[in-house]
């Protein structure tokens, strides 16, 4: 005959029941084990069978453990006695716990975290500010006291435009100390918008005498003239044609693209501002490429529009007008002047200063190649021709390589922004858990909805795991440090599309602007109303009405 | 008397099973699982895994008590109701009444009506 108590007492494992109610627990469930055992004997059973038919009348002993000590108690098990696969006692949940806190530690993972555009968060697109107001004072607060150029600058470039003053402030204190820095003098003018009750002119002309050689300067003069002409010109006509007679006639704009267009070169200094935002990050500890990114968006570059009036005023009101006249030379002048404009242009590694480039230059060689073709200077045509066909149809919205890379970045972000709802969610179950299992550890009677919230909590551990992985795979392909971008168009299509895609996926038609800003109190609100009012009803589903005979 | 909720009443038929085996007589789990099986002649099993728990919670409750008495040469915890219980047990059973009656006229009256067009129909074919 089986020893039935000792099977029900190993089966059974530890069972915390006081006042000798274990032992008489197993004596019972041990009798009914030994009875159905003998009854199969009976039966004609063989001893081997009937034990096996005994024991299946308990398939599941955790289960069976937990149930009678929920009923003896009234009480769930404690999570400390608890044997489920996701229970304290368990060293693989400690050991999923423990991993998941490796990949928090990870530079990356906490990479992919931030990266998420919270309301409130920064950078805020499209805004230059990249960091809070509180950072960047200790920003500014550091490059004073250190006497440190550069962090100076850095606050003159990010400053928000309600904060000019600092700004200007900074940049002065900024240029005293390096001189090398004056191309910040391009953002402080603010040349390229209309900002009211601002004179951008004294920062371009300290523009153009530091970088004389440089168009950049005179188009934001360019720029800045045209704003302050922007009054007088609703009084033209809104057509293209006449806006541009009117804008020839203009010698503050005419004269200040002129020069533009004669200069040696052209250089928006993205180069510096990319290098001086990307050090001033990774000293400010700040290795996050979406901040280094929307940097970026603060660099000023000047009004397309304006350049497009005055290549046209070459290509078509001095070029053509030539041409026609049969004054050919003064003709191809212009056209060639187009020409080299964009060969500059083309210097600027901007995606779109590249683009436009290539587009004027196209325009300006078709109006070279039939002039040249009908005056017979049949070798020049050939040049220009091969010139023509040289250049790169680059169209950035139609770039195949550019979509999948959309595409891919998309589908990325989908999944960072997924799991990290998920972290964010089993982050905290996992946080309440390990609060009530340590307080439960510590004293195993200290509460009753403690016990219970350990236990429906059990599962976070192990499923915060699964989805920090999730996050840290989803993110992987795009973590890198700043330190390894080395141009903002580096930047552009090694880390744009995946944050481009998470703003899309947040967005959720404008939830971060109207939803949460608006609705997410009043929600909170209705929330806990229609919480109070099921209750209610919950209440009074068994109450007797009061013209119920019971009701009295 | 207005019929608790299908959840309820299932929790309750298996409580009420029981405090109706315990009404007669003392008895212990074993004998308890047997009787609800023999007596429906199969039709209702209840699994001993979970006939202890719902032995043990009526007994938190009061409902029952259990007892270490000797029986065949061993001990055996035997179960008799108490007079909490008989108060319960009379309410299950009352209510229980209630509602298998209210569904018996139904079903019965569907059946009947059923017999009676059958029977009408073949009387006309006839």
Same mark, same amino acid.
């Given at each position: 005959?089986p ?9 059974? $494992?530890?069972?915390?029941l006081?006042?000798?109610r274990r ?7 041990a #009798?009914?084990?030994?009875s159905?055992y003998e ?6 059973i063989?001893e #081997?069978?009937?034990?096996q ?17 929920q ?6 098990? &404690? ?5 489920g ?6 060293w693989?949940?400690? +050991?999923?716990l423990? @991993?998941s806190a490796?990949?928090?530690a990870?530079?990356t ?5 931030e990266?998420i555009?919270?309301?409130g968060? *920064? ?12 950072? /960047?004072?200790?920003?500014e607060?550091?490059?004073d006291k250190?006497k440190?150029a550069?962090a100076?600058?850095?606050?003159? @470039? ?11 402030q900074a940049?002065e204190k ?9 191309? +910040? ?8 918008y209309?900002?009211?009750?601002y ?10 005498a530091?970088?004389p050689?440089?168009g950049?300067?005179y188009?934001?003069?360019a ?9 007088p010109?609703?009084? *033209?006509s ?10 020839a006639?203009e010698? !503050? ?14 250089d ?5 501002q990319?290098a001086l935002?990307?050090?001033?990050l @990774? ?9 280094l990114?929307?940097?970026g ?6 009004v397309?529009m ?6 046209d005023?070459? @290509? ?16 191809l002048?212009? *056209?060639?002047?187009?020409v ?8 600027? &590694?901007m995606?779109?200063? #590249?683009?436009y480039?290539?587009?004027l ?5 078709k ?5 040249l073709?009908s ?13 023509l066909?040289?250049l790169p ?5 139609v770039e ?13 972000a989908?999944?960072i922004v ?5 972290v964010?969610?089993?982050g905290t179950?996992?946080i ?8 439960l550890k510590?004293?195993a ?6 016990n219970? /919230?350990?236990s429906?909590?059990?599962?976070a ?8 992985i999730?996050?840290?795979? $989803?993110?992987?392909?795009?973590? !890198?440090?700043?330190a390894?971008?080395h141009?903002?168009k580096?930047?552009e *299509?090694?880390?744009a599309p ?15 602007d109207?939803?949460?800003s ?15 009012g099921? $209750? ?9 009405? &009061? ?5 009295a | 008397?207005a019929?608790a909720?299908?959840r309820? %009443?299932k929790?309750?038929n298996?409580?009420? %099973?029981i405090?109706?085996?315990l009404?007669?007589?003392?008895r ?10 023999e007596r429906?002649?199969? =039709? ?9 728990p ?7 409750r009061?409902w ?6 000797p029986?065949?040469g ?11 219980g008989r108060k319960i047990l009379?309410?299950q ?5 209630a509602?298998?009656g209210? =569904?018996?006229?139904? =079903? ?14 073949e009387?006309?074919?006839?």
């Open positions: 005959m020893d039935w108590k000792k099977i029900v007492r190993e089966k059974l $494992g530890t069972l915390p006081t006042n000798g032992d008489e627990v197993i004596e019972e469930l #009798q009914q084990l030994e159905a009854e199969a004997l009976a039966q004609g063989n #081997q069978e009937a034990m038919r005994s024991l299946a009348q308990f398939k599941d002993w955790e289960r069976l453990r937990c149930e009678v000590f009923s003896v108690e009234g009480a769930r098990l &404690p999570v400390w006695e608890q044997n696969a996701f229970s304290p006692r368990r693989p949940v400690w +050991i999923a423990g @991993l490796l990949l928090f990870l530079p993972f906490r990479q992919a975290l990266m555009p919270l309301p968060s *920064y950078p805020e697109p499209p805004s230059s500010q990249i960091l809070s107001d509180a950072a /960047l004072r200790r920003v607060h550091s490059g250190q440190y550069r100076l600058a850095f606050v003159a @470039l990010h400053s928000p435009k309600e904060d000019d003053e600092r700004a200007v940049a900024a240029i005293a100390l390096d001189p090398q820095l004056t191309w +910040i003098a391009a953002k402080i003018s603010h040349a390229t209309l900002y009211p009750g004179d951008p002119h004294p920062w371009i002309e300290r523009l153009k530091w970088d050689q440089n950049f300067a188009m934001l003069e720029d800045a003239n045209f704003h302050w002409w922007e009054t010109w609703t009084k *033209y809104a057509t293209p044609g006449g806006l541009r007679a009117a804008l006639a010698p !503050r704009w005419r004269i200040s693209m002129e020069k533009a267009f004669a200069a040696p070169r052209i928006f200094y993205d180069a510096q990319f935002d990307r050090q001033v @990774l000293e400010q500890g700040f290795d996050r490429p979406e901040m990114l929307a940097a968006w603060s660099q000023p570059v000047p397309l304006l350049i497009s009036f005055y290549i005023i070459q @290509l078509k009101d001095i070029g053509e007008t030539a041409e026609k006249a049969g004054r050919t030379d003064d003709a002048a212009a *056209y060639w002047s187009v080299r404009f964009g060969e500059r242009l083309k210097a600027e &590694p995606d779109t200063a #590249q683009t480039s290539n587009k230059r196209r325009d300006a060689y109006h070279i190649l039939p002039l073709r005056n017979g200077r049949a070798a020049e045509a050939s040049a220009v021709e091969s010139a066909a040289a149809r680059f169209d950035y919205s195949p390589s550019y979509f999948s890379l959309e595409a891919m970045g998309n589908r990325s989908r999944v997924v799991s990290a709802i998920l964010a969610l089993l179950a996992t309440l858990w390990l609060i009530f299992v340590i307080a510590w004293n009677d200290f509460s009753r909805p403690f219970r /919230l350990a429906s909590l059990c599962f551990p192990p499923a915060l795991l699964l989805a920090s999730a996050l840290f795979l $989803g993110y992987y392909p795009y973590a !890198r440090s700043i390894q971008f141009s903002y580096d930047l *299509y090694g880390y995946v944050l481009v895609g998470l703003y899309n996926v947040t967005r959720f038609g404008n939830l971060n109207v939803w949460l608006h609705m997410f109190w009043p929600s909170v609100w209705c929330a806990a109303v229609a919480l109070v099921a $209750g209610l009803l919950w209440w009074m589903r068994d109450r007797p009405r &009061p013209d119920h005979p019971d009701a | 008397m019929i909720s299908d309820e %009443l929790k309750g298996a409580e009420l %099973l405090l109706a085996l009404e007669e007589k003392a212990h789990g074993y004998e308890i699982g047997k009787l609800i099986a429906s002649e199969g =039709v209702l099993r209840f699994h001993v895994a979970s006939l202890y719902l032995l043990y919670r009526l007994e938190r009061g029952i008590k259990g007892e270490w008495e029986a065949g061993r001990r055996r915890r035997y179960y008799r109701l108490t007079p909490t009379a309410e059973r009352s209510r229980w009444r509602f298998s209210a =569904v018996n006229r139904i =079903v019965e009256a569907g059946a009947a009506h059923h017999s009676a067009a059958s029977y009408s129909m009387a006309q074919h006839a």
